[in-house]
């Protein structure tokens, strides 16, 4: 089952329970006369759906649907068991989770749960059970989500002892996990494997690789059992998803959006304003999760209430942050919330309607964005991103970068931005997947940090190159097994073969340091990697440190290796922006892959429909008007004319253009 997309979906988050039904009708009417074609609904409803063991109550949910159902308003169903209700705490207190330093954490602040309690499970199950019996064959609900944001850790003694059996699962024998651990290091040799803890702080880094797979399995485990009693009560073509929060880096997202049908993420800007550059790479993210197009399942209709400083969004923003989304891939757009509700930890919170029932100012906007969609839902039913460019993104080497640094402001995915960045500036569509992905179809592969390698990598990366494809290897690949473990070899591992060069030494700097190359003339940044060349005058240097520390001084700090039919960037330092986007750019020629070049903050992005024809997202991030060329006549969507030469864009303006058959880009 495909799940292929319809239409482009826009609504909200709906709480009807907030509310007395008298007032449903009216909220109604406001959502439809803002376009709103879906609601997510109940994925905080527990204790209003079941107050006791066997008291359930789904009338209500049902007159919501149908009432929304009567008016074209499809549903989207929560499983809602991120928050599971007082009764059921009071029976099983020992299903709150306990926090790292031993506390049991508090009832009320939801997802107060141990994934792995048993109690919790089977009253999971019941819920589950029964609103999948109720409302699984409901025509009006599309989807489902799975609880919400899974973000807890617990650290009980139950946690604890699973985790134990997950480790003699994984190792069978002590001696392979001490062997793997390097457990001899400060006396850390385990005789039995319940004298294995759960790390709490900076601990054996095989040990903290492990409680964060053993999190990712404990979430996999229980979401699967909810899939399993969903799955065989839904009528065919009802998706079930689970809404991530982009780069968030709790559990492997890979291992959980494994057994789902769709991806889908929540998206908040928090303090400031959007940068479309960095926030594209987190949709790109998202739509890596199943390679195919995601759910924007919440994004920030205004202001958020829980970050130091809730400031809204200039209007317009969060218009174009809705388009913006779109052109990478999302299917559909639901702002959290549709209403305040009068109580609870978020009154503070953007919403469409506020406490006195009335729309606020961003209505407006957000009336605006329905009927657009409505214009362009059928152009983009089906539609999709495409690209011969892919990023490796690998969350085991984020964690083990992340728990040792060695340069305190050095950052898994700042790095991995700063490679996205450059790249999206040229309007370049990226895949971001699994450094697990095959790699077949790509032109580009860009690596950051790919510290973790196994054989499997190992061997399609060379197959990638090989075959002709252009890999870019940066700093810190290539250190460490998939037990932490630093490998027997110097940087890059294996990959040395490919790269034509190993790292004789790598530093954290103190301050920046002087890069000059054949293209660039620069600096470097928190970290330099001393390359040592291997491959006689086949790995080309192309950019060498300055004078700096002695060490690095002439040395070389990119370079360039041909192999098979492919070719390898090894690129040893942390550039500055300027230097990276000249990099980028040459390494973009050196692939044949096209860029597009307009103004600062004028993003270009495709979706291509099913008949192959190309749809061009012109979005203007930026507050000025500005006038964009455009290079062939086509109709523009959403005002049905036809453009040509200047395109004039008002500020956080959009154009989505059509490329007529046979006119070709200038
Ligand atoms: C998260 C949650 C929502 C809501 C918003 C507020 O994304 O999923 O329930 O709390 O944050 O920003
Ligand atoms: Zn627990």
Request: negative net charge; contains cysteine; proline residues 5%.
């Amino acid at each position: 089952m495909s799940f292929t997309n319809q239409k482009l979906h826009f609504g909200a988050a709906y709480y009807p329970e907030h509310w007395s039904e008298e007032r449903w009708s009216e909220d109604i009417r406001l959502m439809k006369a803002a376009g709103m074609t879906v609601v997510r609904m109940a994925e905080f409803a527990w204790s209003t759906l079941q107050s006791g063991p066997d008291n359930f109550n789904f009338d209500w949910l049902e007159r919501a649907i149908d009432q929304l159902a009567a008016k074209g308003i499809d549903t989207v169903l929560g499983t809602p068991t991120a928050a599971p209700p007082a009764w059921l705490v009071q029976k099983y207190p020992d299903l709150l989770a306990v926090d790292e330093s031993g506390r049991r954490v508090q009832f009320g602040n939801r997802c107060h749960y141990c994934v792995n309690s048993p109690e919790f499970h089977s009253a999971s199950q019941q819920i589950v059970k029964a609103m999948a019996d109720r409302f699984g064959d409901d025509p009006h609900v599309i989807g489902w989500q799975i609880d919400n944001e899974y973000n807890r850790v617990c650290y009980c003694e139950r946690c604890q002892s699973l985790f134990q059996q997950y480790l003699q699962d994984k190792f069978v024998s002590l001696e392979a996990l001490n062997e793997h651990w390097s457990t001899s290091y400060w006396s850390q040799t385990y005789s039995a494997w319940e004298q294995i803890p759960i790390p709490i702080g900076p601990h054996n880094p095989g040990l903290m690789l492990e409680f964060k797979h053993f999190i990712s399995e404990s979430y996999r485990k229980f979401q699967l059992m909810q899939l399993d009693i969903l799955r065989p009560r839904l009528k065919p073509g009802v998706w079930v998803t689970h809404n991530f929060m982009g780069w968030y880096n709790g559990f492997d997202h890979y291992t959980l959006t494994k057994d789902l049908d769709l991806a889908s993420w929540d998206w908040y800007v928090g303090s400031g304003y959007h940068d479309y550059l960095q926030s594209g790479a987190a949709h790109d993210l998202a739509r890596g999760f199943k390679r195919r197009n995601f759910w924007l399942m919440e994004t920030q209709p205004g202001n958020v209430n829980w970050s130091p400083l809730n400031n809204s969004l200039n209007k317009g923003e969060a218009h174009l942050m809705a388009w913006h989304a779109v052109a990478h891939g999302a299917d559909a757009v639901l702002y959290w919330q549709w209403r305040s509700a009068p109580g609870g930890q978020e009154q503070y919170h953007g919403s469409l309607i506020d406490q006195s029932g009335q729309p606020r100012p961003f209505y407006a906007e957000a009336q605006q964005l329905g009927g657009e969609f409505k214009i362009a839902s059928e152009w983009l039913a089906g539609s999709v991103v495409k690209t011969d460019v892919a990023m490796l993104n690998c969350y085991d080497s984020r964690w083990s970068i992340g728990w040792q640094r060695h340069h305190h402001d050095f950052d898994y995915v700042a790095h991995f931005n700063n490679y996205y960045r450059p790249l999206s500036a040229g309007n370049v569509n990226v895949d971001i997947i699994s450094a697990d992905e095959p790699l077949d179809g790509y032109k580009l592969v860009v690596a950051p940090s790919l510290l973790i390698l196994n054989n499997k990598r190992i061997a399609q990366l060379k197959e990638f190159v090989k075959n002709g494809g252009c890999l870019v290897l940066t700093l810190r690949c290539g250190m460490k097994d998939d037990y932490n473990s630093l490998l027997p070899s110097r940087q890059p591992g294996s990959l040395a073969e490919l790269a034509g060069l190993e790292v004789e030494e790598y530093y954290a700097l103190h301050d920046p340091i002087p890069v000059v190359g054949d293209i660039f003339n620069g600096s470097s940044r928190l970290w330099a990697e001393r390359l040592k060349l291997l491959d006689g005058n086949l790995t080309i240097p192309i950019a060498r440190y300055g004078v700096c520390n002695g060490w690095l001084d002439d040395q070389a700090a990119v370079a360039v290796h041909q192999y098979g039919k492919g070719i390898v960037f090894y690129i040893g330092a942390y550039l500055d922006e300027f230097s990276q986007q000249a990099l980028i750019n040459h390494i973009l020629l050196t692939a044949g892959i096209s860029s597009i070049k307009t103004p600062s903050g004028i993003e270009v992005r495709t979706r291509v429909r099913t008949n192959g024809e190309e749809l061009f997202f012109v979005l203007n991030h930026t507050r000025a008007e500005q006038t964009f060329s455009w290079p062939w006549p086509g109709v523009e969507l959403l005002s049905g004319q036809v453009r040509t030469g200047e395109v004039k864009l008002a500020p956080y303006g959009v154009a989505i253009l059509s490329k007529n058959a046979g006119d070709n880009p200038a």
